[in-house]
C-alpha cells in the first residue's frame, strides 16, 4: 500500500514551454501533497503544500505564478511549471500525506525536467 | 526558523556498522523520520521516531533523544547495496516536513 505515482518520469523541452507533472495516491487519500525540487547533490527543498479544495501554500521565494498547483481531487495534484528556464532544470519529487496521519509521507519517484 | 545537521559524507566498509547523527532546532517538534535516496531515485521511507528511544527495523534501527534534539540512524551488517544518500526529516505540527542536508554513504568492499 501507499503508493505514489508520477507522471512523466522524464521531460525535455525548449525555454519558454509550460510542463505539467502528475502525482497520484493511488491506494490512498490524500489530503495534503508536498512538492519538492532537489538539485543535483543537494537536499530536497520543499516547494509547496498542496491541500485539497484549497489553493496551495507556497514556501518563501518560490514564485505562485511560475509553479502552479492544483490539487483538484485527494488523489490527484498536478505542479505546472510555466514559461520554464534552463535554471529551472531539476528532478521534481511530490510527496503525499495520507488522511489523518501527521508523520509520514510517501514519495513518488520523481520527475527530471530538461529545459534546454 | 528551523534547521538540521548531518554529515555530509560517510565511509565504511562492508559487514561494518554505522551511525548517522542528527541533530535539529525547531519549534514544535513532532518527529523525527529517515529516508534512503539511490542517485537518481526518489527517497524512500526507513524509519520513524516520535518518542525517547531505539526503533529497530531489521538490520536499520533510529534513535531519538527530544531533550538533546538529536538523532540517528544505525546501519548494520553494511552491503554495498546500502551505498546512498540519507535524509533525516522533521515534521512539525501541522506543517510540514523539513529535510536535513544528507548524509552520503560509500560502502567499500
Known amino acids: 500500500g501507499a503508493v505514489v505515482s508520477q507522471h512523466p518520469s522524464r521531460v525535455i523541452c525548449k525555454s519558454g514551454t509550460s510542463v505539467k507533472i502528475e502525482c497520484r495516491s493511488l491506494?490512498?487519500?490524500?489530503?495534503?501533497m508536498f512538492w519538492y525540487r532537489q538539485f543535483p547533490k543537494q537536499s530536497l527543498m520543499l516547494m509547496a503544500t498542496s491541500n485539497e479544495g484549497s489553493k496551495a501554500t507556497y514556501e518563501q521565494g518560490v514564485e505562485k505564478d511560475k509553479f502552479l498547483i492544483n490539487h483538484a481531487s485527494l488523489t490527484l495534484s498536478t505542479l505546472t511549471v510555466t514559461s520554464a528556464h534552463p535554471e529551472d532544470s531539476s528532478f521534481y519529487i511530490c510527496?503525499?500525506?495520507?488522511?489523518?496521519?501527521?508523520?509520514?509521507?510517501?514519495f513518488g519517484p520523481g520527475t527530471r525536467l530538461t529545459v534546454l | 526558523g528551523q534547521s538540521l545537521e548531518q554529515p555530509s559524507e560517510v565511509t565504511a566498509v562492508e559487514g561494518a556498522i554505522v551511525q548517522i547523527n542528527c541533530t535539529y532546532q525547531?519549534?514544535?517538534?513532532?518527529?523525527l523520520s529517515w529516508y534512503q535516496q539511490h542517485d537518481g531515485g526518489a527517497p524512500t521511507f526507513l524509519s520513524y521516531?516520535?518518542?525517547?528511544g531505539l526503533e529497530e527495523t531489521g538490520r536499520f534501527s533510529s534513535f531519538l533523544s527530544r531533550s538533546d534534539s538529536y538523532g540517528y540512524l544505525l546501519l548494520q551488517e553494511l552491503q554495498m547495496k546500502d551505498s546512498a544518500s540519507y535524509f533525516c526529516a522533521v515534521s512539525r505540527y501541522g506543517q510540514n516536513f523539513v529535510f536535513g542536508p544528507g548524509t552520503r554513504l560509500s560502502v567499500l568492499p
Open positions: 510527496s503525499a500525506r495520507e488522511r489523518g496521519a501527521t508523520d509520514t509521507q510517501y
Open positions: 491506494d490512498f487519500q490524500a489530503t495534503t
Open positions: 525547531t519549534s514544535g517538534f513532532y518527529g
Open positions: 521516531n516520535a518518542l525517547d
